[in-house]
Nanobody
Framework: QVHVVESGGGLVQAGGSLRLACVAS????????MGWFRQAPGKEREFVAA????????DYADFVKGRFTISRDNAKNTAYLQMNSLKPEDTAVYYC????????????????WGQGTQVTVSS
């Protein structure tokens, strides 16, 4: 069984920054592609960013390109989401997902999820 825990959320003013972390335990961390998704109140969970097992491939939703950066440290079993120039519309619960097989950005295809971390951006 894989256990996933997100951290680093909080309250920040517009224009500020936060760094989220996702720690996974269980199976070898480097065997998973990892993705960050978010869910705002009343909305569906949406894709934010993803990174491949080795970290050589990344992908971002258009609305975060140039502002967010995804990275990972397989030696620490941790993935990160650096969020800069935050906007009020970035307010959401941010979730980390793990994918054990092929590369995909489809939320429904991810195998394991954490409980999420709340990010609130004030105007």
């Amino acid at each position: 069984q894989v256990h996933v825990v997100e951290s680093g959320g909080g309250l920040v003013q517009a224009g500020g920054s936060l760094r989220l972390a996702c720690v996974a335990s269980g199976r070898t961390f480097g065997t998973y592609h990892m993705g960050w998704f978010r869910q705002a109140p009343g909305k569906e969970r949406e894709f934010v960013a993803a990174i491949s097992r080795s970290g050589s491939t990344t992908d971002y939703a258009d609305f975060v390109k140039g502002r967010f950066t995804i990275s990972r440290d397989n030696a620490k079993n941790t993935a990160y989401l650096q969020m800069n120039s935050l906007k009020p519309e970035d307010t959401a619960v941010y979730y980390c997902g793990l994918r054990s097989t092929d590369w995909t950005l489809r939320r429904s295809a991810y195998d394991y999820w954490g409980q999420g971390t709340q990010v609130t951006v004030s105007s």
